[in-house]
């Protein structure tokens, strides 16, 4: 498995990117287009798309199906990114698929003239295993944007575009409008197009897109969406309409954060569209039972995820000021912490300050460190942000990230009535090592 993960890392990582379909469209070719043996629900956006993968792959589940699940990054082994039937492949299955494309894409290495990326070799053995399987549906997150994303060459008839913020501004578009156009290049001609609230001008792209491939769109807010919810013990309560108007009511999810519950309303719609429920195919409701059931199970690895009490430490994968701002109010409603303290560490293309702004009012101090990749923010440059945002008496500087944490705990630990916490948080990677300090799989 090492071996192969090293041949995986010497290939473009997967910030980088060069905006064509050519190598994975000649990889699909050569293997005989494996993404076409399946039906596929294809998920895009700036934030939500994992946790809304999941919540789908889980409600398939439920109803029966065998399910492929693509997602990423990971939060600590390669292997989750392709999950069947909603675990992560076995080591053995990763390496067995790897070794049987890998003569392939060698030869679409020296037919192209650049190589294929990391990313791109993964998507493809992500293809072949669940071709290989075999699945009766396949749950595809996107990696960046949609239209030149190594995932778009399926053809999915269910596309979902969860919220759209500024991230990668470099390669997508300086505007939510700009980001907008590339991640609807998923809506493929004929299709629906489940979307949530979105800021106007990404909306705009969106429907744009919808008209010019004759696409059906269905609107968060318009034809589904969240009635009701509250709090409760473990995650929420909710009620959510469907794409026939017919009310699902008492769903647990045992997840925290109005995100979240508007990220099942996408789950909800995708299913429903999946199966043609609302539409001239299907009837005007799922099996509330089996809804009830496959909610109920759902997880969400590094997503405001209680990973210690006596304090509490909570794991999350924010990693932008869009994804902070969702994180920050969710911590609010769901936690009553007397003091915060967060240990932060990010990645170098991502706007550090926006993101401590975000973060800035709920947290009493912040540990300041890096994680162990060369992506990370040098932690002096981080920390001199933080002085910015924070005030130099608020700000901790720990290089290691494991010494981050103990100082975080310790600091948490002073609070004389109790009730004081810990956020880890900035990036997946840094969530990923901070669960395995803790002990976690």
């Not at 293997?31 to 409600?59: D, F």
């Not at 003239?113 to 295993?129: D, K």
């Given at each position: 498995m090492r071996e192969i993960e090293t041949a995986l890392s010497t290939r473009w990582p997967e910030n980088k990117i060069e905006p064509s379909l050519d190598r994975m469209r000649a990889l699909m070719d050569i293997l005989g287009q494996p993404q076409r043996?399946?039906?596929?629900i294809h998920?895009?956006?700036?934030?939500?798309?994992?946790?809304?993968?999941?919540?789908?792959?889980?409600l398939l589940n439920t109803f029966e199906l065998r399910t492929g699940r693509y997602t990423s990054p990971h939060v600590e082994s390669v292997t989750e990114r392709?999950?069947?039937?909603?675990?992560?492949i076995s080591v053995e299955k990763f390496i067995e698929t790897y070794r049987d494309i890998e003569p392939y894409v060698q030869m679409v290495d020296q037919q192209q003239p650049i190589a294929m990326s990391f990313f791109e070799v993964l998507t493809g053995m992500a293809y072949a295993a669940f071709a290989d399987a075999p699945v009766d549906v396949a749950v595809v997150e996107v990696g960046m944007g949609g239209t030149w994303d190594a995932t778009n060459v399926i053809d999915a008839a269910v596309s979902v575009i969860t919220p759209i913020g500024l991230d990668h501004t470099d390669r997508l578009g300086n505007t939510t409008g700009e980001i907008g156009a590339?991640?609807?290049?998923?809506?493929?001609?004929?299709?629906?197009a489940v979307v949530s609230q979105q800021p106007l001008d990404a909306a705009e792209s969106i429907l744009r897109r919808a008209?010019?491939?004759?696409a059906t769109v269905a609107r968060e807010g318009m034809e589904f969406g969240v009635i009701r919810r509250e709090v409760a013990v473990g995650g929420q309560m909710v009620t959510l309409r469907g794409l026939g108007g017919a009310e699902y009511e008492d769903i647990f999810i045992p997840l925290h954060g109005a995100y979240q519950a508007h990220n099942a309303a996408l789950a909800l719609c995708a299913v429903e569209a999946f199966f043609g429920v609302g539409g001239k195919a299907g009837g005007?409701?799922?099996?509330?039972?089996?809804?009830?059931?496959?909610?109920?199970?759902?997880s969400s690895p590094g997503r405001l995820e209680v990973i210690r009490r006596s304090p509490t430490v909570i794991l999350d994968a924010a990693h932008n000021p869009h994804g902070a701002q969702a994180s920050v109010e969710a911590i609010r409603e769901s936690f009553g912490f007397s003091k915060l303290v967060g240990v932060i560490a990010t990645s170098g293309d991502k706007d550090a300050a926006g993101f401590l702004e975000a973060f800035e009012p709920i947290l009493a101090e912040v540990v300041i460190t890096e994680n162990s990749t060369h992506r990370a923010t040098p932690v002096d440059q981080l920390a001199a942000i933080a002085v910015e945002v924070f005030g130099e008496d608020r700000v901790r500087v720990e290089p290691r990230l494991d010494d981050a944490i103990e100082a975080a705990i310790t600091a948490a630990e002073e609070e004389d009535l109790g009730g004081a916490g810990v956020i880890v948080t900035g990036s997946v990677i840094t969530i990923g090592e901070a669960r395995i300090l803790f002990g976690r799989k």
């Amino acid at each position: 498995m090492r071996e192969i993960e090293t041949a995986l890392s010497t290939r473009w990582p997967e910030n980088k990117i060069e905006p064509s379909l050519d190598r994975m469209r000649a990889l699909m070719d050569i293997l005989g287009q494996p993404q076409r043996a399946y039906p596929a629900i294809h998920i895009t956006g700036t934030n939500g798309k994992t946790s809304t993968a999941r919540m789908i792959e889980q409600l398939l589940n439920t109803f029966e199906l065998r399910t492929g699940r693509y997602t990423s990054p990971h939060v600590e082994s390669v292997t989750e990114r392709i999950s069947l039937d909603g675990a992560p492949i076995s080591v053995e299955k990763f390496i067995e698929t790897y070794r049987d494309i890998e003569p392939y894409v060698q030869m679409v290495d020296q037919q192209q003239p650049i190589a294929m990326s990391f990313f791109e070799v993964l998507t493809g053995m992500a293809y072949a295993a669940f071709a290989d399987a075999p699945v009766d549906v396949a749950v595809v997150e996107v990696g960046m944007g949609g239209t030149w994303d190594a995932t778009n060459v399926i053809d999915a008839a269910v596309s979902v575009i969860t919220p759209i913020g500024l991230d990668h501004t470099d390669r997508l578009g300086n505007t939510t409008g700009e980001i907008g156009a590339q991640k609807a290049g998923i809506i493929k001609t004929g299709g629906l197009a489940v979307v949530s609230q979105q800021p106007l001008d990404a909306a705009e792209s969106i429907l744009r897109r919808a008209v010019e491939v004759d696409a059906t769109v269905a609107r968060e807010g318009m034809e589904f969406g969240v009635i009701r919810r509250e709090v409760a013990v473990g995650g929420q309560m909710v009620t959510l309409r469907g794409l026939g108007g017919a009310e699902y009511e008492d769903i647990f999810i045992p997840l925290h954060g109005a995100y979240q519950a508007h990220n099942a309303a996408l789950a909800l719609c995708a299913v429903e569209a999946f199966f043609g429920v609302g539409g001239k195919a299907g009837g005007d409701r799922l099996d509330i039972d089996k809804v009830r059931q496959g909610f109920s199970g759902v997880s969400s690895p590094g997503r405001l995820e209680v990973i210690r009490r006596s304090p509490t430490v909570i794991l999350d994968a924010a990693h932008n000021p869009h994804g902070a701002q969702a994180s920050v109010e969710a911590i609010r409603e769901s936690f009553g912490f007397s003091k915060l303290v967060g240990v932060i560490a990010t990645s170098g293309d991502k706007d550090a300050a926006g993101f401590l702004e975000a973060f800035e009012p709920i947290l009493a101090e912040v540990v300041i460190t890096e994680n162990s990749t060369h992506r990370a923010t040098p932690v002096d440059q981080l920390a001199a942000i933080a002085v910015e945002v924070f005030g130099e008496d608020r700000v901790r500087v720990e290089p290691r990230l494991d010494d981050a944490i103990e100082a975080a705990i310790t600091a948490a630990e002073e609070e004389d009535l109790g009730g004081a916490g810990v956020i880890v948080t900035g990036s997946v990677i840094t969530i990923g090592e901070a669960r395995i300090l803790f002990g976690r799989k």
